[in-house]
């Protein structure tokens, strides 16, 4: 029990000037000046989507119930699907059929202060029958 005491006294003696130095105020002129946060943000929309396409003799019952694949994508200043991966797979046959109906979207581009900006999007493709 004395140990558990002793070291716990001499952490927290330790841990108290790295905290005052941490909390040290800084006035020169090098600090880096905050980020403006701006009240003008328009998140992307889309414009055009597409079905998924399957291939001939495909039975529509062989889609899974609740299938769903979720991907993660940069939507670019043009409003262009990029840089698409898949997060949460359902197999790779859905995952590839997905990827490439996703990639003939048309978004409206995402802006900050009416300047379109690439924007990150968080996407669940729902496959339903």
Known sequence: MRRVLATSLLLSS???PAAAIASTPVDDATAPTPTRVSTGVVA???LTSSNLSLPP???????PAQAQVGLLLTI??????QNIRVV??????WDARV????????YRAGTVD???VP???DLTVNIAR
């Open 76 to 81: 670019d200043e043009n409003g262009r699907p």
């Open 114 to 116: 009416s300047q379109p």
């Open 14 to 16: 330790l841990a108290l």
């Open 44 to 46: 992307p929309s889309v």
């Open 99 to 106: 990827i490439e109906t996703v990639r003939k979207f048309h």
């Open 57 to 63: 003799g495909f039975n529509v019952s062989d889609i």
């Open 119 to 121: 924007v990150d999007l």
């Open 88 to 93: 949460r797979s359902l197999s790779p046959f």
